[in-house]
């Protein structure tokens, strides 16, 4: 029980009365999930029950959040996730709390019971630079290629887009879409060109 007391209603004194009649007195955060039409005779002397539930289901989890690097706590707090009251939250809840400068590492499912749940994060890299070859689709030479700086964003994926200014002047970039930084560290990662016909 999370409320109660003796309310006036029946204002037309037929002898009963309308879920809509106590609405008012249902507590703060809950709202009434039982509705219809009661008699009086039966409330007066035993409580009428009623059925309430939370509004919002969520449930507060202290979440701390630990440098994968160093194992020290860099972040964390008490924070509102499983808005749908089902016990178990995802990583998505908590990442917006996520300390500036840090990406969180692990992702999934969370019960909520694991509380206090410590996540791992590292530092985000403010760009990264990449290994890549410019390739000629004809002849399958290598005609270009370096390190180069991408991912501005450092959500370690960078698009061709980031690199099609270093494509070398009478070639066009042919190969498109999205790679992994991680992909093109240290193995280059081979895009193909191919000429521009610049005849008339």
Known sequence: MVAGGDYFV????????????VEQWVPEEYRLVEFGDFQ?????????????????????VNVQFVDAETNE???????????????????????????????????????????????????KEKESVVKIQFVDAITNEVVAGGDYFVDKDRDGIFNHSEVEQWVP????????GDFQVSECKET?????VEKVNKSS
């Open 10 to 21: 029946d204002k037309d004194r037929d002898g009963i009365f309308n879920h809509s009649e």
């Open 40 to 60: 009086v005779s039966e409330c007066k002397e035993t409580p009428l029950q009623l059925t309430v539930e939370k509004v919002n289901k969520s449930s507060i």
């Open 73 to 123: 706590v860099i972040g964390g707090g008490d924070y509102f996730v499983d808005g749908d009251g089902d016990g178990i939250f995802t990583h998505r809840e908590v990442v917006e709390y996520v300390p500036e400068g840090y990406v969180l590492t692990e992702f999934g499912d969370f019960q909520v019971s694991e509380s206090p749940l410590q996540l791992s994060v590292v530092k």
């Open 169 to 176: 002047e009478e070639y066009r970039l042919v190969e498109f």
């Open 188 to 192: 280059p990662l081979q895009l193909t």
